[in-house]
């Protein structure tokens, strides 16, 4: 039949929506759903089709324009500034979501690493200890990325976090067609060079730390858990 797409002049959003997620208010959906406004510029839009996995034109390159209202009170450098901003806090607001989501897959895998370790007492005592730092830290680590929110559950005062940050300049700037406020740029520098110090921590956490105690937990003859490949030799 006959179908129209309507694009929401946004570009990408920073994320893939989770199967499962409730639906949204159209209106006014998730910031972690919309990526930044599309700038005034020229545009073009190519139809393709895909059968049996050939991938065909069949119609196109469109030209057409996209104007921003009060665009014309905002100067060359002011318009570059947002543009650049926007570039910058998405690209800050992927990372930090790929990193929290990464601590809390890590949660997850520890607590069957715990059971499959119930499993290998001989081993318990020396991997389990290992398993509690590997833990430990990355509860600070989510801690520093999302808040404390044993302690916000309780309706008692956190500091903020660098998604409070990050977050709070992306709702800002969701429908913002202006130059960034001081503000928000405040906001950025402060979580990006925080995040910058979480996300290393992160990476030793994970590709050095969990790593080896995955490998120990296999050399032991410790139960498969999730993340890792098994080792096996016929003999």
Not at 13 to 30: H, I, L, T
Not at 38 to 53: M, N, P, Q, T, W
Not at 114 to 120: G, N, V
Not at 199 to 225: C, F, N, R, S, Y
């Given at each position: 039949?006959?179908?129209?797409?309507?694009?929401?002049?946004?570009?990408?959003?920073?994320?893939?929506?989770?199967?499962?997620?409730?639906?949204?208010?159209?209106?006014?959906?998730?910031?972690?759903?919309?990526?930044?406004?599309?700038?005034?510029?020229?545009?073009?839009?190519?139809?393709?089709?895909?059968?049996?996995?050939?991938?065909?034109?069949?119609?196109?390159?469109?030209?057409?324009?996209?104007?921003?209202?009060?665009?014309?009170?905002?100067?060359?450098?002011?318009?570059?500034?947002?543009?650049?901003?926007?570039?910058?806090?998405?690209?800050?607001?992927?990372?930090?979501?790929?990193?929290?989501?990464?601590?809390e897959d890590v949660q997850s895998?520890?607590?069957?690493?715990?059971?499959?370790?119930?499993?290998?007492?001989?081993?318990e005592r020396q991997l389990g200890?290992?398993?509690?730092?590997?833990?430990?830290?990355?509860?600070?680590?989510?801690?520093?990325?999302?808040?404390?929110?044993?302690?916000?559950?309780?309706?008692?005062?956190?500091?903020?976090?660098?998604?409070?940050?990050?977050?709070?300049?992306?709702?800002?700037?969701?429908?913002?067609?202006?130059?960034?406020?001081?503000?928000?740029?405040?906001?950025?520098?402060?979580?990006?060079?925080?995040?910058?110090?979480?996300?290393?921590?992160?990476?030793?956490?994970?590709?050095?730390?969990?790593?080896?105690?995955?490998?120990?937990?296999?050399?032991?003859?410790?139960?498969?858990?999730?993340?890792?490949?098994?080792?096996?030799?016929?003999?």
């Amino acid at each position: 039949g006959f179908q129209r797409v309507a694009w929401d002049l946004r570009y990408p959003a920073m994320r893939v929506k989770e199967r499962g997620e409730g639906e949204e208010d159209e209106d006014f959906p998730s910031v972690a759903d919309l990526g930044p406004l599309a700038l005034s510029g020229d545009y073009s839009v190519r139809l393709f089709e895909k059968v049996d996995g050939a991938v065909t034109e069949v119609a196109g390159p469109q030209s057409f324009k996209v104007v921003t209202e009060g665009s014309a009170s905002m100067n060359a450098a002011d318009r570059a500034a947002r543009e650049e901003f926007l570039r910058r806090a998405a690209r800050l607001y992927r990372a930090l979501y790929g990193a929290t989501k990464t601590a809390e897959d890590v949660q997850s895998r520890l607590k069957t690493m715990r059971d499959a370790l119930a499993e290998t007492p001989a081993v318990e005592r020396q991997l389990g200890a290992e398993a509690d730092q590997v833990e430990q830290r990355d509860r600070e680590i989510l801690r520093a990325l999302r808040g404390d929110r044993e302690i916000a559950r309780r309706n008692e005062p956190v500091p903020l976090s660098i998604s409070d940050r990050v977050d709070g300049i992306m709702e800002g700037e969701r429908f913002s067609l202006q130059k960034p406020t001081q503000t928000h740029v405040d906001a950025y520098n402060i979580a990006a060079a925080e995040f910058t110090d979480q996300l290393a921590k992160l990476h030793i956490l994970v590709d050095v730390d969990l790593a080896k105690l995955e490998k120990d937990m296999e050399a032991a003859g410790a139960p498969w858990t999730p993340g890792q490949v098994p080792e096996w030799t016929e003999k």
